[in-house]
């Protein structure tokens, strides 16, 4: 275990050390071949869309016989497919034929600054560096630099685990957090840097807005960066009051790095099995995940309520449920643009609503301050299925009309706030991950696109 230590210190001002300390490597980039048509090259991250059958059968005709991202990454839409062992298998062959015959070309040591246009969104910036494994844990007490922001579910790492224990490279979907609100880093530093290189400029398919990438790999700008981290660093010390603060928060991609670092345990298990020495060890290139690193206080990041839909036979009784329960303080009757307002507010963060079909209601819990408002409606669904195990079921729905919508299924709609970006460092640094589906980063189509790889074999 690394020691936490405050980065400022002479000790730590050479550039590798001072990287080493912030969980950072440089990392070795592969891109596509010159001339490559990077359009159908960079598909969406294989975690959208996991329901949209439609959405897949139009990548898959737009992309046809062009190199591209989507045959080495598996669409989890078909994680629980028949035929899921032999999309994988195809996905090892298609990465070692990548290289093979050069579709897939070293491009050198780098970070890759990214800048990626939507019209919903604008403008969000990023910095694309390898994440130290050794410096992530999930656990829900972790004191580690990178953490979780919500529950990991460890029963989805098996699957995706299967697809990188063999794969040749690992192509970035991860999105990590930093608590930059003066903007000093991305959108300051690293955008005005002159020594940046463009190596890429596209349009997504799909509505998926613009994609560019600046290559930075001198001594003197990386140093810079390192340095601005270093002191973002130690404001995070003082802002948290410990030696060992949130600094990386988990923002999409969490159950990815969960599985690189499961592999990573593996690797580093069986490589010592085997009698390597720990230099050996510790310079596989499993050890580290790419992940693209975002300023949660961007401007063209929208933080969005995940809510709740709960089916039942009876809207009614699962409504009745919810408002008796004992977690419940009361439930007022409330009309619509009120319950809007209201979550939507400071006052609202520690409070819920339901639609029954005809009547919307506030909720206020026994203990606001203990959990946040999504996590009490989970718990109050695992109390009514419990009790009831054949009548209800949950399901996490993004947008107030899609949930309300729902009402026509026999769905209870469960609406809930999100939680303000300036609390999420703080939240998570003394309470632990929020519950699972507390927040979404954009819509789907302005998740990350796949565009570099890395080898980690």
Same mark, same amino acid.
């Given at each position: $275990?690394?020691? !936490?230590?405050?980065?400022?210190?002479?000790?730590? /001002? &050479? #550039?590798?050390?001072?990287? +080493?300390?912030?969980?950072?490597?440089?990392?070795?980039?592969?891109?596509?071949?010159?001339?490559?048509?990077?359009?159908?090259?960079?598909?969406?991250?294989?975690?959208?869309?996991?329901s949209d059958h439609a959405y897949w059968d139009r990548v898959e005709k737009n992309v046809g016989n062009a190199p591209s991202t989507l045959r080495i990454t598996l669409p989890e839409i078909f994680l629980e497919a028949p035929d899921v062992e032999s999309r994988i298998k195809t996905i090892h062959e298609s990465m070692k034929q990548y290289l093979d015959n050069g579709t897939i070309q070293e491009y050198g040591k780098a970070i890759m600054y990214i800048e990626r246009k939507t019209d919903a969104s604008g403008l969000r910036q990023g910095?694309?560096?390898? $994440?130290?494994? !050794?410096?992530?844990?999930?656990?829900?007490?972790? /004191? &580690? #630099?990178?953490?979780?922001? +919500?529950?990991?579910?460890?029963?989805?790492?098996?699957?995706?685990l299967r697809v990188r224990k063999e794969a040749t490279f690992e192509l970035p979907h991860i999105m990590i957090?930093?608590?930059?609100?003066?903007?000093?880093?991305?959108?300051?530093?690293?955008?005005?840097?002159?020594?940046?290189?463009?190596?890429?400029?596209i349009s997504l398919m799909e509505h998926g807005g613009t994609l560019k990438g600046y290559a930075i790999d001198d001594s003197e700008s990386i140093t810079l960066i390192a340095n601005t981290l270093a002191s973002l660093y130690d404001t995070s010390c003082k802002t948290q009051n410990t030696n060992q603060p949130l600094f990386f928060a988990m923002g999409d991609g969490n159950h990815s790095l969960a599985t690189a670092k499961a592999h990573w345990e593996a690797t580093k298990k069986a490589l010592r099995d085997a009698g390597a020495t720990d230099d050996v060890i510790m310079a596989h290139p499993?050890?580290?995940?790419?992940?693209?690193?975002?300023?949660?206080?961007?401007?063209?990041?929208r933080f969005e309520p995940i809510h709740r839909a709960i089916f039942s036979d009876s809207i009614k009784d699962v409504a009745d449920y919810v408002k008796n329960h004992a977690?419940?303080?009361?439930?007022?009757?409330?009309?619509?643009?009120?319950?809007?307002?209201?979550?939507?507010?400071?006052?609202?963060?520690?409070?819920?609503?339901i639609w029954d079909g005809d009547s919307y209601f506030v909720l206020e819990f026994t203990d606001p301050s203990a959990k946040l408002p999504p996590a009490y409606i989970d718990e109050i669904f695992a109390a009514y299925n419990a009790e009831y195990p054949s009548k209800g079921k949950i399901d996490f729905i993004h947008g107030w009309d899609d949930t309300k919508k729902l009402s026509k299924e026999n769905a209870l709609g469960c609406f809930v706030p999100v939680i303000a970006r300036e609390r999420l460092f703080q939240w998570v640094?003394?309470?632990?991950?929020?519950?699972?589906?507390?927040?979404?980063?954009?819509?789907?189509?302005?998740?990350?696109?796949?565009?570099?790889?890395r080898k980690i074999r």
């Open positions: $275990m690394i020691k !936490e230590t405050k980065l400022t210190d002479t000790t730590y /001002k &050479t #550039l590798s050390a001072k990287l +080493e300390l912030l969980g950072l490597h440089i990392p070795l980039l592969y891109l596509p071949e010159k001339g490559t048509d990077l359009d159908k090259w960079s598909v969406v991250a294989c975690d959208q869309y996991t910095l694309l560096f390898a $994440m130290d494994l !050794e410096r992530y844990d999930y656990a829900r007490d972790s /004191k &580690t #630099l990178i953490r979780a922001t +919500e529950g990991t579910i460890v029963e989805r790492i098996p699957p995706r957090l930093i608590d930059d609100p003066q903007r000093k880093l991305i959108e300051t530093l690293v955008a005005t840097l002159p020594s940046k290189k463009p190596v890429y400029d499993a050890r580290f995940a790419l992940a693209e690193i975002v300023n949660i206080h961007s401007p063209g990041l977690l419940v303080k009361s439930a007022v009757q409330i009309d619509e643009p009120s319950l809007k307002s209201l979550l939507q507010s400071p006052d609202g963060q520690s409070r819920a609503g640094g003394k309470n632990g991950p929020l519950p699972r589906k507390a927040f979404s980063m954009g819509d789907a189509e302005e998740k990350k696109y796949y565009m570099e790889c």
